[in-house]
């Protein structure tokens, strides 16, 4: 399979299309809802950052401290974020209110994540549903609706004529 990139400058914006990836990057539009994950990744990248802040301030002066840098505390708040954890633990009081904040955002997140993908999967169906109800997907069906089109359109077009001063 080869990728090809086209560029467009007919905008202000330039455009990079990858053919193969059209039907994922239409499924992720649905499922993401708009700029909807964008602002929960904003809002998590934030929260890291504070939760790093937070925790390196309360625990940098604490003797059995692990978090002793801020980086380690950086790293320490991504990964409680991700649920991954690591060896590095909040020791002070304050530092671990933090903590748990941080684990509370962490699984209202992947609820989010979780709720938005279970939609798009509920709504996918729904709409197979409803494709079949409305005949969609019914040949035999579109064709008798494509005859009544015909049939008013002739019938259209009579009734015109026959309102047309003179036609008679």
Request: net charge positive.
């Amino acid at each position: 399979m080869v990728l090809t990139a086209s560029v467009s400058a007919s905008s202000s914006r330039d455009t990079i299309s990858l053919p193969p990836f059209q039907g994922a990057a239409r499924s992720l539009r649905r499922v993401a809802r708009g700029r909807q994950f964008a602002y929960v990744g904003a809002l998590t990248l934030l929260v890291i950052l504070l939760g790093a802040v937070g925790v390196w301030s309360f625990d940098r002066g604490a003797p059995d401290a692990s978090i002793r840098t801020f980086g380690d505390a950086l790293w320490w708040a991504a990964t409680l974020v991700t649920t991954v954890n690591t060896g590095l633990e909040a020791v002070t009081a304050e530092a671990r209110v933090v903590a748990i904040l941080l684990r509370l955002y962490a699984v209202s997140v992947f609820g989010y994540v979780t709720a938005s993908i279970a939609s798009y999967f509920v709504g996918r169906e729904v709409e197979e549903r409803a494709a079949e109800a409305t005949g969609r997907d019914n040949p035999a069906l579109r064709e008798q609706l494509a005859c009544v089109q015909r049939e008013v359109a002739l019938l259209r077009v009579e009734l015109a004529e026959r309102r047309t001063p003179g036609a008679d």
